[in-house]
């Protein structure tokens, strides 16, 4: 029995493991293996920087040694957790929903963020939105090291379901977004009980909404909730019951609730989040890592309410969000 628990990895379920980093910042993204003993293993995720990505792979090699991995899913179009592709090895089969490998080919390769957050780091000194712009957004990758050239992209994809099977152990995708991006995953091993969620829950960490619309996030929460699973692996932060996902979707409706008329009176984000981080109702999300990312979920809120179709930040739309939160942190508001 390969239960020994290798260093980094816990234990989540029969033969089902995660690499956790449970504060769930911008760079501690989870991933995990689901292992058929004897047989073959899956692999959920492969997180951004070079270093971590390796090191994810060796401490997972005693557990594939005599269960090659044949199957890895990325559960979104978010380079956090599929740009360590190229540690997986060739062999294996790369799945993903069709609009999350849309995503990947739409969005900023790697090599193109190291770039925006070294002129951030230099930009982060000018005053005005285009430092504050600069400063967030070099508070991102901090100081991980992303990957030179485009990693590999998965290889199959599919529209809302399908079902894997790893060794003879089924393992069912389910396609939940549009909502925290174009093609959001969720990995369900029902002979286990545990859920990836991928980043359809943040747990201790603020979530936040890149694409929308919100009540397809809120639908998402439900699924996960009716699956009834033992065990929840966020996208970020600790693994968790129902309770959290309650906690999430708490904070969406109340989100919800609260922006629309700061919205509709004409009230620019910041300063809607602003009053936001100060009601009562917040005072139970406070505590949750970055909760300047409110200010990030009002600027998609806004653009759908604005009347637009929900979909991924213009780089316009991004600039302006990450200039807000760095607004909320500098002035101490968060
Ligand atoms: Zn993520």
Known sequence: MAQTPAQGLTRIGDDVWAFLRPRGGWREANTGLVVAPGSASLVVDTMWDVA?????????????????????????????????????????RITTSAAARQGMREDL????????????????????????????????????????????????????????????????????????????????????????????????????????????????????LALDADVYVPGHGPMCGSAEIREVRDYWMWLDAAARPHHARGTRPLDAARALVRSAEFVRFRDWHAPERIVLSLSTLYHVWDGNPPGPPTVVRRARAFADAEALLREGTV
């Open 109 to 224: 390769p790697p090599a193109a963020l190291t770039v925006l957050a070294t002129a951030g780091q230099l930009l982060g000194r000018v005053p005005g939105p285009i430092g504050r712009t600069g400063a967030y957004m070099a508070r991102i990758p901090g100081d991980a090291r992303f990957p030179r050239r485009l990693p590999r992209m998965p290889d199959h994809t599919f529209d809302t379901t399908e079902r894997l099977v790893v060794g003879g152990r089924p393992v069912d995708l389910e396609r939940l977004g549009p909502a925290h991006t174009a093609g959001d995953v969720i990995v369900h091993v029902p002979d286990a009980g545990v859920v990836f969620s991928g980043d359809l829950l943040f747990v201790g960490s603020t979530p936040v909404l890149w694409h929308g619309p919100l009540e397809n996030w809120t639908d998402a929460l439900d699924r996960l």
């Open 52 to 92: 971590w990505a390796r090191r994810v792979a060796q401490v997972q090699q005693p557990l594939v040694s005599r269960a090659p991995i044949t199957e890895a899913v990325n559960t979104h179009s978010d380079g956090d957790h599929w740009w360590g592709n190229d540690t997986l090895p060739a062999t294996a």
